[in-house]
C-alpha cells in the first residue's frame, strides 16, 4: 500500500516534469527517426540515387510524384485551418452561404468540382507521366548480350547464354552497355530489383519477362528479391558489378574456363573430398564429374562476393562455416550440413580457394 501512495504522490508532484519528459521523449524520437532514416539513404541503395537512363526517370517520377502529393498536403492543410478559424469565429449569420435553392447549388458544384473533377484531372495528369515512363523504360536500347535469371528459393541462376558461363548471384555488365535480361523463376514468384538501375520485374515460374539493364556508372550495385517468398527471401540479394569493357571481357574469358587441375597433392585431397561426399548431389564444377544443377555452379565460386546470395562475404571462415552448417547462417536453406573432418574441410577449403 505504501508503495502504491508513494507512487501516485510522485505522479502528482512530478505532472510538470512528466510533460518536459514527453515533449524530450518525443524530440529525440523525431531525432532517432531522423537518423535511422538519413543513415538508411546512406548504406542502402536507393531509387534516389540512380545510375542508369531508366533509374534516371523512376527518380524524376517520383519527385513528380512527391512534389504533387506536398502541394495538394499544404492547399489542403491551408483549407483546413482557414475553416477552423473561421468556424470560431462568432457566428453572425451573414458569414454562412445564404441557405437558399441557389446556395445549395452552389454547394453541389464545389463538392463536385474540388471533390472529384480536380482529383481526377491531376490523378489522370500523374498516371500519364507514369504510363510514358513504363513505355520508355521497357523500350529496347539496343546492346546484343543478354543475361538469363532464374530465381530459386533463396538464390539466383545466372547464364550468359551467347558465352557459356553459368553463375550464381552475381551479374556482371560493362558500362554503358545494355543487356537484355530474361526473368524466370525455377519454384515460387520472385521479384528482381536493382533499386539503382531499373524498376522491379516479377519472376514468375513458367513464363519469362524481360528488361534491358544497364549501368552508367562503375560500381558495385546491390540487388534484391523484392517480393516475398519464403523464410529467407530477406536473404535473396544479389550484386551487379559494373566494370570497364576491358575488366568485363577479362571476367568473361575467367568465367568460360573451366576449374583448373589441382596443382599439389593438398589441393587434390580437396577436390576427392568434394567429389567423395554429398556436395556432388547439388552442385556443379566445370572440368570434373559435378555437374548437379541443383545448387549454384561452383566452377568459379572464389572469384565471387558473397555466400548464400548475400547472406555473408565470402571469406574462408564463412566458407567453412557455410560448408559444416549453413543453417546456423541462412536457417531453412536447401544445404544440409557437410559431415566432413576437420581435415578434410581444410583441404576442401584450399581446393574452393582455387576456383577463381
Ligand atoms: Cu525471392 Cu523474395
Given at each position: 500500500m505504501a508503495e502504491a501512495r508513494d507512487v501516485v504522490f510522485h505522479k502528482a508532484t512530478d505532472q510538470p516534469n512528466s510533460k518536459q519528459g514527453v515533449r524530450h521523449a518525443g524530440r529525440w524520437a523525431g531525432l532517432v527517426v531522423l537518423a535511422g532514416v538519413l543513415s538508411g539513404c546512406a548504406t542502402q541503395p536507393s531509387i534516389l540515387d540512380p545510375h542508369s537512363p531508366e533509374a534516371d526517370r523512376i527518380a524524376r517520377l517520383s519527385w513528380l510524384l512527391f512534389g504533387t502529393a506536398a502541394v495538394v498536403f499544404i492547399f489542403v492543410t491551408a483549407l483546413l485551418l482557414i475553416a477552423i478559424a473561421r468556424s470560431r469565429q462568432p457566428a453572425d449569420g451573414d458569414r454562412l452561404p445564404p441557405d437558399t435553392p441557389e446556395g445549395d447549388r452552389r454547394t453541389l458544384w464545389m463538392i463536385i468540382i474540388s471533390g472529384a473533377v480536380i482529383p481526377a484531372v491531376v490523378l489522370l495528369i500523374l498516371m500519364g507521366f507514369g504510363i510514358a515512363?513504363?513505355?520508355?523504360?521497357?523500350?529496347?536500347?539496343?546492346?546484343?548480350?543478354?543475361?538469363?535469371?532464374?530465381?530459386?528459393?533463396?538464390?539466383?541462376?545466372?547464364?550468359?547464354?551467347?558465352?557459356?558461363?553459368?553463375?550464381?548471384?552475381?551479374?556482371?555488365?560493362?558500362?554503358?552497355?545494355?543487356?537484355?535480361?530474361?526473368?524466370?523463376?525455377?519454384?515460387?514468384?520472385?521479384?528482381?530489383?536493382?533499386?539503382?538501375?531499373?524498376?522491379?520485374?516479377?519472376?514468375?515460374?513458367?513464363?519469362?519477362?524481360?528488361?534491358?539493364?544497364?549501368?552508367?556508372?562503375t560500381g558495385v550495385y546491390t540487388g534484391e528479391c523484392?517480393?516475398?517468398?519464403?523464410?529467407?527471401?530477406?536473404?535473396?540479394?544479389?550484386?551487379?558489378?559494373?566494370?570497364?569493357?576491358?575488366?568485363?571481357?577479362?571476367?568473361?574469358?575467367?568465367?568460360?574456363?573451366?576449374?583448373?587441375?589441382?596443382?599439389?597433392?593438398?589441393?587434390?585431397?580437396?577436390?576427392?573430398?568434394?567429389?567423395?561426399?554429398?556436395?556432388?548431389?547439388?552442385?556443379?564444377?566445370?572440368?570434373?564429374?559435378?555437374?548437379?544443377?541443383?545448387?549454384?555452379?561452383?566452377?568459379?565460386?572464389?572469384?565471387?562476393?558473397?555466400?548464400?546470395?548475400?547472406?555473408?562475404?565470402?571469406?574462408?571462415?564463412?566458407?567453412?562455416?557455410?560448408i559444416i552448417n549453413s543453417q546456423a547462417i541462412k536457417p531453412g536453406n536447401q544445404m544440409p550440413p557437410m559431415d566432413l573432418?576437420?581435415?578434410?574441410?581444410?583441404?576442401?577449403?584450399?581446393?574452393?580457394a582455387t576456383l577463381k
Open positions: 515512363t513504363e513505355q520508355a523504360n521497357a523500350a529496347r536500347t539496343g546492346g546484343t548480350g543478354t543475361i538469363e535469371v532464374i530465381a530459386h528459393q533463396w538464390w539466383w541462376e545466372i547464364h550468359y547464354p551467347l558465352h557459356g558461363v553459368t553463375t550464381a548471384n552475381e551479374l556482371h555488365i560493362p558500362v554503358n552497355t545494355p543487356f537484355l535480361v530474361k526473368l524466370t523463376s525455377a519454384d515460387v514468384i520472385h521479384s528482381f530489383w536493382i533499386p539503382q538501375l531499373h524498376s522491379k520485374m516479377d519472376m514468375l515460374p513458367g513464363q519469362t519477362n524481360t528488361m534491358w539493364l544497364q549501368a552508367s556508372q523484392a517480393e516475398y517468398c519464403g523464410l529467407q527471401h530477406a536473404h535473396m540479394q544479389f550484386q551487379v558489378i559494373v566494370d570497364s569493357p576491358d575488366v568485363f571481357n577479362a571476367w568473361l574469358a575467367q568465367q568460360q574456363k573451366p576449374a583448373p587441375a589441382p596443382a599439389n597433392d593438398y589441393v587434390r585431397e580437396g577436390q576427392q573430398a568434394f567429389l567423395g561426399s554429398a556436395c556432388v548431389y547439388c552442385h556443379a564444377i566445370a572440368g570434373t564429374n559435378a555437374s548437379s544443377t541443383l545448387g549454384p555452379d561452383l566452377t568459379h565460386i572464389a572469384s565471387r562476393l558473397t555466400l548464400g546470395a548475400g547472406a555473408v562475404p565470402n571469406n574462408p571462415g564463412n566458407l567453412s562455416g557455410w573432418n576437420s581435415d578434410q574441410l581444410q583441404a576442401l577449403l584450399a581446393y574452393l
